[in-house]
């Protein structure tokens, strides 16, 4: 990895992450999230054949997925109480910081963000944050407060808004 990369793939408390190689201010651009944008029906295919991809896919729209494979997001973990967060902008998913995130530090996203009132994947959680939600489910099932902390700052994708059912 060039030593310009904002980003580096290192080993992190639940395997490998996304560690800065540089400072990022509140609100920076970390970087472009890319990858192949796929049908929601290709990501249910690879549940049966390659379970791991299907997990690590982020949804990009209300039918679509980001399929990071071999790129940033394939590496992109989670945490209850992130330090980033996901966002669409312009056509595309980017990494942005939501506070200072000090050179060293593990990038961390919460990915019930990403996660729709439709979306029924959930995942136990294990990023050793104090205040842990024990498990990831869909942005509507939030704390009320995690909820419109992360609407105020602009942490969830308006297409995942538009699933709320409350």
């Known amino acids: 990895m060039r030593a310009t990369e904002p ?5 992190v408390r639940n395997g490998l992450g996304l560690v800065a190689n540089r400072a990022f201010a509140a609100g920076a651009l970390i970087t472009p999230l ?22 690590n896919c982020i949804r990009f729209d ?6 990071p494979s071999g790129a940033w997001g394939e590496f992109a973990n989670h ?10 902008e312009r056509g595309r998913l980017v990494l942005r910081s939501l506070r200072l995130i000090r050179a060293g ?9 990403l996660l729709g009132a439709d979306d029924v ?15 990831v489910r869909r942005f509507d099932r939030l704390p009320e407060p995690t909820l419109r902390r992360y609407r ?8 995942i808004l538009r699933t709320a059912t409350r």
Do not use: K
Not at 34 to 55: E, F, L, Q
Not at 79 to 88: D, K, L, Y
Not at 105 to 113: F, G, K, P, R
Not at 121 to 135: E, K, L, Y
């Open 7 to 11: 980003l580096r793939i290192d080993r």
């Open 121 to 135: 994947w959930t995942m136990r959680c294990n990023c050793g944050a104090r205040a842990c939600r024990g498990r």
């Open 62 to 67: 209300a039918d679509r997925y980001l399929d």
């Open 79 to 88: 945490g209850c109480r992130p330090n980033a967060a996901i966002m669409r």
């Open 105 to 113: 530090d593990e990038v961390l996203h919460d990915y019930s963000t």
């Open 152 to 159: 105020s700052r602009g942490a969830i994708p308006g297409f």
């Open 34 to 55: 890319r990858g192949r944008v796929v049908s929601a029906r290709s990501v249910w295919r690879w549940w049966d054949s390659d379970p791991r991809r299907a997990a």
